[in-house]
């Protein structure tokens, strides 16, 4: 008994360290976007009207590229050799397991969104707060991560990770020592983004220039040549 006990107490602090890990990286991210997204505004602003015509041109250059992409097909089927596209695509492995990867988040994604719905909780103002916290971030991994991502967040729900007073169906937990896994991946996942942070390129320039502000005249050359050439290629002119 006392033994059950002692590994109950590990891996509580195991997941108390693991959260206190997430936090002071979140402080660290929270301090240089405080600095760096500031100064990348104001380069913006000082850029704002370059910005816009190389976006304008890209989307021109792009709607060309595709109506002479759609040009020369319609030259081909009135050849007299052309001949449609016929017979059944073949399917990669590669799409096959993507269905099934897409079917099993699905499931997960239903199962959960449906346990920490905020609909459950309108009679609990705090609680309510926690299940929209929890299903903004479970949506978020739904659309944009991998289906061993939404596994670990599911677990980390049904785990009783959330904080949240749900009345539980003993059924529908799964693998509670995969708990920590979310964490851990959630750790990884901040560490790359203090990592991109540093790395950024406005970054250095923040925090090695004398002048920060002056690597608004390297901005505006790149952006000078660039659309320079996007005229030349849609033939267009100032």
């Given at each position: 008994?006392?033994?059950?006990?002692?590994?109950?107490?590990?891996?509580?602090?195991?997941?108390?360290?693991?959260?206190?890990?997430?936090?002071?990286?979140?402080?660290?991210?929270?301090?240089?976007?405080?600095?760096?997204?500031?100064?990348?505004?104001?380069?913006?602003?000082?850029?704002a009207d370059l910005l816009i015509e190389e976006r304008e041109?890209?989307?021109?250059?792009?709607?060309?590229?595709?109506?002479?992409?759609?040009?020369?097909?319609?030259?081909?089927?009135?050849?007299?050799?052309?001949?449609?596209?016929?017979?059944?695509?073949?399917?990669?492995?590669?799409?096959?397991?993507?269905?099934?990867?897409?079917?099993?988040?699905?499931?997960?994604?239903?199962?959960?969104?449906?346990?920490?719905?905020?609909?459950?909780?309108?009679?609990?103002?705090?609680?309510?707060?926690?299940?929209?916290?929890?299903?903004?971030?479970?949506?978020?991994?739904?659309?944009?991560?991998?289906?061993?991502?939404?596994?670990?967040?599911?677990?980390?729900?049904?785990?009783?990770?959330?904080?949240m007073n749900f009345n539980k169906d003993i059924s529908l937990?799964?693998?509670?020592?995969?708990?920590?896994?979310?964490?851990?991946?959630?750790?990884?996942?901040?560490e790359q983004q203090l990592i991109d942070l540093l790395d950024?390129?406005?970054?250095?320039?923040?925090?090695?220039?004398?002048?920060?502000?002056?690597?608004?005249?390297?901005?505006?050359?790149?952006?000078?040549?660039?659309?320079?050439?996007?005229?030349?290629?849609?033939?267009?002119?100032?």
């Amino acid at each position: 008994m006392k033994e059950n006990h002692f590994s109950i107490d590990a891996n509580a602090d195991a997941i108390s360290n693991l959260q206190e890990k997430i936090e002071a990286l979140k402080v660290k991210i929270e301090a240089i976007e405080t600095k760096l997204f500031p100064f990348e505004q104001s380069l913006r602003s000082e850029i704002a009207d370059l910005l816009i015509e190389e976006r304008e041109l890209t989307v021109l250059y792009k709607e060309q590229k595709k109506a002479k992409k759609e040009k020369r097909l319609a030259q081909k089927r009135k050849g007299k050799n052309y001949k449609e596209p016929t017979g059944i695509v073949p399917i990669s492995k590669k799409e096959v397991a993507e269905k099934i990867n897409q079917k099993e988040k699905k499931r997960l994604y239903k199962e959960a969104m449906l346990y920490v719905h905020p609909d459950k909780f309108s009679m609990q103002e705090n609680e309510q707060q926690k299940a929209l916290e929890t299903t903004i971030k479970l949506i978020e991994i739904y659309q944009n991560g991998s289906l061993e991502e939404l596994e670990a967040f599911h677990a980390h729900i049904f785990g009783g990770n959330t904080t949240m007073n749900f009345n539980k169906d003993i059924s529908l937990v799964k693998k509670t020592t995969s708990n920590a896994t979310y964490l851990k991946n959630e750790i990884e996942r901040l560490e790359q983004q203090l990592i991109d942070l540093l790395d950024s390129y406005t970054y250095k320039v923040l925090t090695t220039y004398k002048s920060p502000m002056s690597f608004v005249d390297e901005l505006k050359a790149y952006y000078d040549d660039r659309i320079f050439k996007l005229r030349k290629r849609t033939r267009t002119k100032k």
